[in-house]
């Protein structure tokens, strides 16, 4: 299984930007993919997951600025990135979840950097 993320840069706080993950391989039809970030210095953090049958889940710190979206038939996700503040900052990684025996996978993350 293969995650490649991509749509990360530079912003300035108040943008936006929209992060992109396809995955390949193997995948089994029931899973969760995900969003976590790593700012320097800080442990990696869940930004906001979704499974194949829809519920979303967000930190606290994004609700109502980050948006999940998936397409299942392409196994490919989006996380739109709205009102981005400096403590955004971060490198962000695309996860796939799946029952034990087929594993996780993560990407190989995409910087993302809030700044005036």
């Known amino acids: 299984v293969r995650l490649v993320e991509s749509g990360g840069g530079l912003v300035q706080p108040g943008g936006s930007l929209r992060l992109s993950c396809v995955a390949s391989?193997?995948?089994?039809?029931?899973?969760?993919m995900a969003w976590y970030r790593q700012a320097p210095g800080k442990q990696r953090e869940l930004v906001a997951s979704?499974?194949?049958?829809?519920?979303?889940n967000y930190a606290d710190s994004v609700k109502g600025r980050f948006t999940i979206s998936r397409d299942n038939a392409n196994n490919t996700m989006w996380l739109q990135m709205d009102s981005l503040k400096p403590e955004d900052t971060a490198v962000y990684y695309c996860?796939?979840?799946?029952?034990?025996?087929?594993?996780?996978?993560w990407g190989q993350g995409t910087q993302v950097t809030v700044s005036s």
């Open positions: 979704m499974t194949t049958s829809g519920p979303t």
């Open positions: 391989g193997s995948i089994f039809s029931y899973n969760v």
């Open positions: 996860k796939l979840e799946m029952p034990i025996t087929y594993g996780s996978y």
